[in-house]
C-alpha cells in the first residue's frame, strides 16, 4: 500500500554528552542527516538550554527533523518525518545515531497517511535496533 510518509520516531541511550550538548554539533549533525536523506533544508531552529540540553528543528520540504537532548542522561529523543518517493530517512537515522555515538537504539516507526477505505490511517511498528555496538551500518525498520 502507498503510503504517504515515513516518520521515525528515534530513543537514543547511552550517547555521548558532549557532543549533545554541543549546539554547534548538534546542529551541524542534524543538518547533514537531512542532506544525507535527500531532503531540501528550509530552515534550521536551535535551542541551548541552561545549564545543559538541546532542542531543534531541521524544517524541510519533504518535513522535518527535530531533537531533544538530556546529556545529564546520556539520552536523545528525536523525529524523523519524510514524505515523497525520494527521501532516504534511514540515512539520516544511521547518520544521527552514529554521530551521537548512541549505545542503545529504539526506533518506532509509523507508515503515516496509507489511504484505506476511504480513510487515511497509519501503520505502527517497533524495533530494538542497537544495542551496545560502536557503529551501526544500515538501518533495516520499515515493515
Given at each position: 500500500m502507498e503510503t504517504k510518509g515515513v516518520h521515525f520516531i528515534l530513543e537514543l541511550s547511552g550517547c555521548d554528552p558532549d557532543i549533545i550538548n554541543n549546539l554547534e554539533q548538534v546542529r551541524k549533525i542534524l543538518t547533514e542527516a537531512a542532506i544525507r536523506a535527500n531532503a531540501e533544508i528550509l530552515q534550521v531552529v536551535f535551542h541551548k538550554f541552561?545549564?545543559?540540553g538541546i532542542s531543534?528543528?531541521?524544517v524541510i520540504s519533504e518535513?522535518?527533523?527535530s531533537v531533544h537532548?538530556?546529556?545529564e542522561h546520556s539520552y536523545a529523543a528525536l523525529d524523523i518525518y519524510t514524505c515523497g518517493l525520494d527521501t532516504k530517512p534511514q540515512k539520516a537515522c544511521e547518520y544521527i545515531i552514529n554521530s551521537f555515538r548512541a549505545k542503545d537504539v529504539f526506533i518506532t516507526t509509523l507508515s503515516r497517511g496509507e489511504f484505506e477505505n476511504g480513510l487515511y490511517k497509519?501503520?505502527?511498528s517497533?524495533?530494538?535496533v542497537h544495542k551496545g555496538e560502536d557503529?551501526?551500518?544500515k538501518?533495516?525498520?520499515v515493515s
Open positions: 541552561s545549564p545543559q531543534g528543528v531541521v518535513s522535518h527533523l537532548t538530556w546529556p497509519h501503520k505502527l517497533q524495533k530494538e557503529k551501526i551500518e538501518l533495516d525498520v
